[in-house]
Nanobody, 118 residues
């Protein structure tokens, strides 16, 4: 079982920036779709951004142009740079790894809280 550890969450004012990190316990970035999800109170968990093994990235419409996902294979770490944060970005952010080769696997981190005040 792969261990994913998120860090970098915190409290910022609207317009501020944060960078989240997701460190994996082993080399997985080249065999997994690495994603950041978030869940706000009373809402379903939603995909924020993901990055495929080939390096292409996808973003939720609500964060396009403000967030950027990247991966460092050497460090087994995925990042989410979040700029121009808005109060509606407030949520617990989770790292996810979906293995794309057999055996398939789906791993989650414990989550990190991001709070944006107006």
């Amino acid at each position: 079982q792969v261990l994913l550890v998120e860090s970098g969450g915190g409290s910022v004012q609207a317009g501020g920036s944060l960078r989240l990190s997701c460190a994996a316990s082993e080399r997985i970035i080249d065999t997994n779709i690495m994603g950041w999800y978030r869940q706000a109170p009373g809402k379903q968990r939603e995909l924020v951004a993901n990055i495929l093994p080939g390096g292409s990235a996808n973003y939720a419409d609500s964060v396009k142009g403000r967030f950027a996902i990247s991966a460092d294979n050497a460090k087994n770490t995925v990042y989410l740079q979040m700029n121009n944060l808005k109060p509606e970005d407030t949520a617990v952010y989770y790292c996810n790894a979906k293995r794309v080769i057999i055996p398939r696997n789906d791993n989650w981190g414990q989550g990190t809280q991001v709070t944006v005040s107006s």
